[in-house]
């Protein structure tokens, strides 16, 4: 199994291969819209900025499950990341990264790279998951990583 083998829903209703990202960099993050870390989208759209004609993607999985800070629907959710951001990178329909229901890709990324003592469950929003071109989990970043310090890690596989 590998990050290829996954699909997930854009905000904009389409169903979307992970397979389409074959050969590029991929930052993947739980996001959220009502956050202390919400400025976070300002720096991963600067990453974006910075690497996307290198093969980086930046791929935003909205989630509210951490103190019901995601709370609008796709439409909200994506006119409030392009107005108040100017994001441009994929972003995906609401998921849950935690629990029974959530998402395939999120249950493969927890296991491929676990937190702090080998816990795999995702702490809060704006946890970001580093994997290479070649669809192999590198890293794991907390919440309170900003893009910015990732940038080094990032052009390391570019």
């Not at 999985?61 to 439409?75: L, V």
């Not at 029974?100 to 929003?125: C, M, Q, S, Y």
Request: glycine share 10%; aromatic share 12%; with cysteine.
């Amino acid at each position: 199994m590998s990050i290829y083998d996954f699909q997930a829903r854009t905000l904009d209703g389409e169903e979307k291969n992970l397979a389409d990202f074959r050969g590029k960099v991929l930052l993947i993050v739980n996001t959220a819209s009502k956050c202390g870390f919400t400025p976070q989208y300002q720096g991963l759209q600067k990453l974006y900025d910075n690497f996307a004609d290198r093969g980086l993607e930046v791929l935003g999985f909205p989630c509210n499950q951490f103190g019901h800070q995601e709370p609008g629907g796709a439409g909200e959710i994506g006119a409030f990341c392009e107005k108040n951001y100017g994001v441009g990178f994929p972003m995906f329909d609401k998921i849950d990264v935690n629990g029974d229901d959530a998402h395939p890709l999120f249950r493969f990324l927890k296991a491929e790279a676990p937190g702090v003592l080998g816990t795999e469950a995702i702490k809060w929003n704006f946890t970001k998951f580093l994997v290479d071109r070649d669809g192999r989990v590198v890293r794991r970043y907390a919440p309170k990583d900003k893009p910015e310090k990732i940038a080094d890690d990032i052009e390391a596989l570019l």
